[in-house]
Protein backbone atom coordinates (compact mmCIF):
# COMPACT_ATOMS: atom_id res chain seq x y z
CA UNK A 1 0.00 0.00 0.00
CA UNK A 2 1.03 3.65 -0.69
CA UNK A 3 -0.32 6.63 1.61
CA UNK A 4 -0.27 9.88 -0.04
CA UNK A 5 -1.03 12.65 2.09
CA UNK A 6 -1.22 16.72 0.25
CA UNK A 7 -0.84 19.78 2.19
CA UNK A 8 -0.10 23.45 0.99
CA UNK A 9 -3.71 24.35 0.33
CA UNK A 10 -5.49 27.38 1.10
CA UNK A 11 -6.98 30.59 0.24
CA UNK A 12 -5.25 33.23 -1.72
CA UNK A 13 -5.66 36.39 -3.83
CA UNK A 14 -5.87 35.97 -8.23
CA UNK A 15 -2.35 36.13 -9.10
CA UNK A 16 -1.08 35.10 -6.57
CA UNK A 17 0.62 31.80 -5.90
CA UNK A 18 0.87 28.33 -3.75
CA UNK A 19 2.76 25.82 -3.61
CA UNK A 20 1.38 21.96 -3.20
CA UNK A 21 3.16 19.06 -1.18
CA UNK A 22 2.62 15.11 -1.77
CA UNK A 23 4.38 13.24 0.46
CA UNK A 24 4.25 9.60 -0.19
CA UNK A 25 4.94 6.91 2.39
CA UNK A 26 4.15 3.05 2.26
CA UNK A 27 5.40 0.48 -0.38
CA UNK A 28 6.89 2.72 -2.97
CA UNK A 29 8.92 0.38 -4.97
CA UNK A 30 7.41 0.48 -8.80
CA UNK A 31 5.81 3.91 -8.75
CA UNK A 32 6.54 5.16 -11.96
CA UNK A 33 4.66 8.59 -12.35
CA UNK A 34 3.26 10.67 -9.69
CA UNK A 35 0.52 13.30 -10.39
CA UNK A 36 -1.78 16.05 -9.21
CA UNK A 37 -5.24 16.48 -9.98
CA UNK A 38 -8.07 19.00 -9.53
CA UNK A 39 -12.03 18.49 -9.18
CA UNK A 40 -13.76 21.82 -9.05
CA UNK A 41 -17.34 21.79 -7.88
CA UNK A 42 -19.76 20.12 -10.53
CA UNK A 43 -17.07 18.79 -12.21
CA UNK A 44 -15.19 16.09 -13.12
CA UNK A 45 -11.47 15.02 -11.88
CA UNK A 46 -8.99 16.46 -14.51
CA UNK A 47 -5.23 15.99 -14.52
CA UNK A 48 -3.45 19.00 -14.07
CA UNK A 49 0.25 17.57 -14.16
CA UNK A 50 2.44 14.78 -14.19
CA UNK A 51 5.93 13.72 -13.39
CA UNK A 52 7.84 9.90 -14.36
CA UNK A 53 10.37 8.88 -12.40
CA UNK A 54 12.80 10.50 -14.88
CA UNK A 55 11.78 13.26 -14.24
CA UNK A 56 9.86 13.52 -17.75
CA UNK A 57 6.71 16.39 -17.02
CA UNK A 58 3.36 17.14 -18.94
CA UNK A 59 0.65 19.41 -18.33
CA UNK A 60 -2.57 20.44 -18.67
CA UNK A 61 -2.94 23.24 -21.57
CA UNK A 62 -4.54 25.26 -18.83
CA UNK A 63 -1.97 25.60 -16.16
CA UNK A 64 0.97 25.63 -19.09
CA UNK A 65 3.66 28.25 -17.81
CA UNK A 66 1.75 28.90 -14.63
CA UNK A 67 2.24 25.71 -12.89
CA UNK A 68 5.54 23.99 -12.23
CA UNK A 69 5.38 20.11 -11.23
CA UNK A 70 8.66 18.58 -9.53
CA UNK A 71 9.91 15.61 -7.16
CA UNK A 72 12.09 15.09 -4.31
CA UNK A 73 13.09 11.43 -4.59
CA UNK A 74 15.32 11.66 -1.39
CA UNK A 75 11.72 12.98 0.53
CA UNK A 76 9.56 11.15 -1.50
CA UNK A 77 8.00 14.15 -2.33
CA UNK A 78 5.89 15.73 -5.49
CA UNK A 79 5.20 19.49 -5.29
CA UNK A 80 3.08 21.91 -7.23
CA UNK A 81 4.55 24.78 -7.40
CA UNK A 82 0.99 27.56 -8.77
CA UNK A 83 1.65 30.96 -9.98
CA UNK A 84 -0.88 33.06 -11.39
CA UNK A 85 -3.35 31.60 -10.10
CA UNK A 86 -6.72 32.45 -11.31
CA UNK A 87 -10.57 31.91 -10.07
CA UNK A 88 -10.97 28.63 -12.43
CA UNK A 89 -7.88 27.07 -10.34
CA UNK A 90 -10.23 26.98 -7.37
CA UNK A 91 -10.77 23.14 -6.78
CA UNK A 92 -9.58 20.60 -4.44
CA UNK A 93 -6.70 19.28 -5.27
CA UNK A 94 -5.37 15.44 -5.72
CA UNK A 95 -1.94 13.58 -5.59
CA UNK A 96 -1.97 10.49 -7.24
CA UNK A 97 0.51 7.63 -7.57
CA UNK A 98 0.67 4.92 -10.24
CA UNK A 99 2.89 2.05 -10.94
CA UNK A 100 2.91 0.99 -14.57
CA UNK A 101 3.59 -2.86 -14.04
CA UNK A 102 0.85 -3.28 -11.91
CA UNK A 103 -1.76 -0.71 -12.51
CA UNK A 104 -2.31 -0.20 -8.87
CA UNK A 105 -3.43 3.56 -8.19
CA UNK A 106 -3.16 5.54 -5.16
CA UNK A 107 -4.77 8.76 -4.25
CA UNK A 108 -4.44 11.21 -1.48
CA UNK A 109 -7.72 12.86 0.55
CA UNK A 110 -6.80 15.88 -1.32
CA UNK A 111 -6.12 19.87 -0.52
CA UNK A 112 -8.64 22.85 -1.26
CA UNK A 113 -7.40 25.76 -3.09
CA UNK A 114 -9.40 28.67 -3.53
CA UNK A 115 -8.64 31.48 -5.25
CA UNK A 116 -11.23 34.60 -4.53
CA UNK A 117 -10.47 38.34 -4.53
Known amino acids: QVQLEESGGGLVQPGGSLRLSCAASGSLFGINVMAWYRQAPGKQRELVAA???????SYADSVKGRFTISRDNAENTVYLQMTGLKPEDTAIYYC???????????WGQGTQVAVSS
Open 96 to 106: KARKLITGDEY
Open 51 to 57: ITNRGIT
